[in-house]
């Protein structure tokens, strides 16, 4: 089977240096900002740059327990950040790894667009399924807009 891409923008009212650092450069905080979903990130291997091996261990009663992924790029100046998903609990029967490109963008409002792509490869004759992709979808919107509450309550967090 062919690799399936997926595509989603969401929009933010805090500007995109801020957005990145509180989601991606400082990702071990994600548990005091998303503690209804992350337990924990941690690097396994590296420095946090690019080949870096992270292990996020999400909490108890979720769709996955971990997610092991590799940190592919990272560009501080242009907001973006790639990395691929190599093992997941829940979904290694059926998909090999996905990869993932995230960018953040300025708004006209003073705010970001968030652009999010992720292709998934499939095992062998394995189908990924729409429910699959929009799940992938909805839990990226939700993430961002969680983040987006959190600065919002802590005006000095992530400056």
């Known amino acids: 089977m062919a690799p399936v891409t997926s595509s989603y923008e969401v929009t933010s009212s805090i500007p995109p240096a801020r957005l990145f650092k509180a989601t991606i450069l400082e990702e071990k905080h994600l548990h005091k900002i998303l503690p209804q979903g992350v337990k924990s990130v941690e690097i396994l291997e590296g420095d946090g740059g690019v080949g870096t091996i992270k292990l996020t261990t999400f909490v108890e009663g979720g769709e996955l327990k971990t997610a092991k992924q590799r940190v592919d790029g990272i ?37 970001s667009i968030c652009k999010t792509t992720n292709t998934y490869y499939p095992k062998g004759g394995a189908q990924i399924s729409e429910e699959h992709l929009k799940g992938g979808k909805e839990k990226g919107l939700g993430m961002v807009k969680a983040v987006e509450a959190y600065l919002h309550a802590n005006p000095t967090a992530y400056n």
Not at 78 to 91: I, M, N, P, Q, R
Request: proline share 3%; net charge negative.
């Open 75 to 111: 560009d501080k100046e242009k907001f973006t950040y790639s990395y691929t998903v190599l093992e997941a609990d829940g979904f290694n029967d059926v998909i090999e790894k996905i990869c993932c490109v995230i960018k953040f963008e300025p708004s006209a409002d003073g705010g």
